[in-house]
């Protein structure tokens, strides 16, 4: 199973992610948890570069698109073909909902860029989690490691918080997630989706 956890800044995403993958552990199922963007050595240092600068939007689409290519020929896909799950912290839907409805860049091209590099678009199953944008902003930026995505404005993550919500329409594999509740319930809901 390839399974992906997504949100705006500040949901707890990884924490999620980490907490699920601790399962699969206790269950004895092999599995790789990794991240974007990143995953693999060279998406690391595109994930550097990502972080700590501003490019144009078309740029950045491009950057995360070869970071993507990079940790799916590298981690994530050897991973599958190995037959071991893989838990991944943001996907194709973190780009959709950044560089398409936030930036304003064609979701189809987004799309025919992940199609034309032979990049699977879907995942078995994506968790969206959804938290009141004020508390997930304070979360982010209260972290001691922060990067520029922490210090854009509300309105800003209003754009991708109603991305993600378009984004959960367009398909059964997505799991809406109330994640204004304890981690555990939170952890909880999402074991049950799955086992």
């Given amino acids: 199973m390839f399974i992906v956890f997504e949100g705006i800044d500040g949901t707890g995403k990884s924490t999620q992610a980490k907490l699920f993958s601790e399962a699969l552990t206790r269950k004895n199922i092999p599995h ?17 570069l990502v972080l700590q600068h501003e490019f144009l939007p078309i740029t950045e689409l491009l950057l995360m698109i070869a970071a993507r290519n990079e940790h799916w020929n590298a981690t994530i896909q050897p991973a599958l073909q190995r037959g071991e799950w893989v838990i991944c912290d943001r996907y194709i839907d973190s780009t959709r909902a950044h560089q398409g409805f936030e930036a304003g860049i064609d979701l189809g091209l987004i799309n025919q860029l992940h199609e034309l590099l032979r990049i699977p678009t879907k995942s078995d199953h994506v968790f969206i989690l959804m938290l009141d944008i004020d508390v997930a902003l304070g979360r982010a930026r209260s972290r001691a490691q922060q990067d520029r995505y922490d210090h854009f404005d509300r309105p800003y993550y209003e754009k991708i918080y109603n991305g993600f919500q378009q984004l959960a329409a367009t398909g059964k594999h997505y799991h809406l997630i109330d994640a204004n509740r304890s981690i555990e319930d939170i952890h909880q809901e999402i074991l049950s989706v799955i086992f």
């Fill in 32 to 48: 790789v948890l990794t991240r974007e963007p990143g995953g693999s050595s060279a998406a690391e240092n595109i994930r550097s």
